[in-house]
Every structure is written in structure tokens, then in C-alpha cells.
């Protein structure tokens, strides 16, 4: 019929047939109300929102309507009031942890606290985690050396490029030809994989941050 309920001045909505049936708590956020079960309210014993329910001096306002009058932010009260309905987080994804921490801490929900200071620690630790630095080596060899020096590559450094530069050294009749293979390695920590080690006939430098 879209008839409304009546409702009485401590916000509990009651049946147009006359008794309060105690069931249904009406809540005036900021401007905007929450309808919801008594039996939700009262799932935190050291909360606000049980000590409205179970303590007549409280002394809540009221609105015309007889609903608690609570001067909060609503935007934030939707994840209270759901994570008391069925015990998880869940929040629109603009909205900031923070705020609905703010939250949890007035109504005191001491176990919503908790879980979202979690969130928020693991939040800020993805946000400090830095992607992997690589480290790139050019090696200079000859054709003869080339087999063996990418047969022998390990502790994590992985073949990504090679240049012939053509011919520099002489043995004999034959030209050797020259490369240049570039090698990379992820960089986990400060110094890790700076070897300085040498060979007579490998120049060794370094390139960090992209790929020649």
C-alpha cells in the first residue's frame, strides 16, 4: 500500500496494529536513514550503537519520524552497519580506509578496528614495495668464447642480447669476430650481483635501468 510505518520517540519502528514489536531500529546518519534489526545492533556488546539500544539514558535525539538522530558521516556508516549485519569488511573502493576507521573507532567495534587497521598496514606495504631493479652486463667476446660464456651463465643472470661488431683480433689467418651480449639480473638488494670479477680477454660494464 507504500504505507508508512508509525514510529515512537526511541527510534524502534512498531506495527500500524498498535505494539512496538521491538525488531526493527530506525538510525538518522547525517541526514540519511538506515533501517535495520535491533538483533544487528546489538552484535557488539561494547559499542555505541548496543548501548543505544540497551540503555534508555542514553538520552538520544530523535527526528520527526522517532529515528536516532546520530551526527556522523553516512557514507562511512554503510561498512558499520554491514560488517554487523554479517561480519566482513566490504566498502566501496573510493572510499578511504581511513575514514572508515574513523568510524569504527566512534562506534567503538573494537574487532572492525582491528581488521582495518590490517588493511590499511597492508595496503601501505604494497603501495613501499618497489618493483625489481635489473642490473645489465655487456660482455664483449670473441666467437670462440660465446658458447661456452652463455652455457655458463647462472646465480640468476639471463641472457637478453647480442651484437656482432665485427672483426678485432687476428689469430694467425683466421679473424675472430666480436660480440657484444648483453646479461640481466634482477637486483634485490643494494650491491647484489656487482661483481667485479674479469676476464684477460672480456671488457665488463654496466647499464642500469634499460636494455641497450
Not at 661488431?165 to 648483453?182: H, K, N, P, R
Request: with cysteine.
Amino acid at each position: 500500500n507504500g504505507e508508512k510505518k508509525p514510529s515512537i520517540g526511541n527510534g524502534s519502528v512498531i506495527n500500524p496494529n498498535g505494539g512496538n514489536n521491538g525488531k526493527w531500529v530506525r538510525l538518522n546518519v547525517g541526514g540519511t536513514v538506515f533501517l535495520t534489526t535491533r538483533q544487528t545492533l546489538l552484535k557488539e556488546q561494547t559499542s555505541f550503537l548496543y548501548r543505544l539500544c540497551q540503555q534508555q539514558d542514553l538520552h538520544s535525539d530523535t527526528d520527526e519520524t522517532g529515528a536516532y538522530v546520530i551526527d556522523r558521516d553516512p557514507t562511512y556508516f554503510g561498512p558499520i552497519l554491514n560488517y554487523l549485519r554479517h561480519g566482513k569488511l566490504v566498502y566501496n573502493k573510493e572510499l578511504a580506509e581511513e575514514g572508515v576507521l574513523e568510524e569504527a573507532e566512534f562506534y567503538n567495534i573494537t574487532p572492525l578496528i582491528k581488521l582495518i587497521k590490517e588493511r590499511i598496514v597492508e595496503r601501505d606495504s604494497k603501495a613501499t614495495q618497489v618493483p625489481p631493479k635489473h642490473v645489465y652486463r655487456v660482455l664483449q667476446c670473441q666467437e670462440e668464447e660465446l658458447t661456452q660464456m652463455v652455457s655458463t651463465m647462472s646465480d640468476g643472470w639471463k641472457f637478453e642480447q647480442m651484437v656482432n661488431i665485427g672483426s678485432s683480433y687476428s689469430y694467425g689467418t683466421e679473424d675472430q669476430a666480436e660480440f657484444l651480449c648483453v646479461v640481466s639480473k634482477e637486483l634485490h638488494t643494494p650491491g647484489s650481483g656487482l661483481g667485479t670479477e674479469q676476464s684477460h680477454k672480456t671488457k665488463l660494464f654496466q647499464i642500469h635501468g634499460s636494455r641497450m
